[in-house]
């Protein structure tokens, strides 16, 4: 069964849901892009990717918590910012890190893009989490921080409205 999430506190998606839960022996959310707009649908941090990035997660913490799942159990992200420039991809990245959402560590993608779907818009993360039981305990990191860990990337130069659909599969 597939059931495809909207957020009632984030502007509505034209054509698509922010999330869809799949269950799969573990329940698993698949993310619709998170983008820097605010209630309204409009671009918050114009021309600042660093602010839009901020805007981007707090929407995406929005979209888990309609799911039941948090920054926590995010298996994995692609990370979309507007710019070719490192330096710029890597202050992107530290908003990620500072958020909390790489924790885990996760799998995740860095990607410099030439545009993206909303005028103005820099940022853009889609991810995939575990939706966990609940009273299941806690994510916890996989790595210790006296594990080595792989550089950091900024080294480089109201309830969900939910519609449920039951998928058949065919061979």
Known sequence: MINRVTVPTLCPPPVYSHASVVEAGTRLAFLAGSVPLDADGKIVGEGDPVRQAAQVLAN?????????????????????????????????WD???????????????????????????????TATAVVPEPGAEPASASASASEPRAPSRAGVTAPARTRTESAKMTP
């Open 95 to 125: 908003v990620v890190e500072a958020s909390g959402l790489s924790i885990g560590p996760h799998s995740s993608t860095l990607i410099g893009v030439a545009c993206l779907g909303y005028t103005g818009q820099l940022v853009e993360i």
């Open 60 to 92: 995406l913490a929005e979209q888990l918590r309609a799911v039941g799942s948090d920054m926590a159990h995010v298996v994995s992200t692609d990370v979309y910012v507007v710019s070719g420039e490192p330096a710029v991809l890597s202050a992107v």
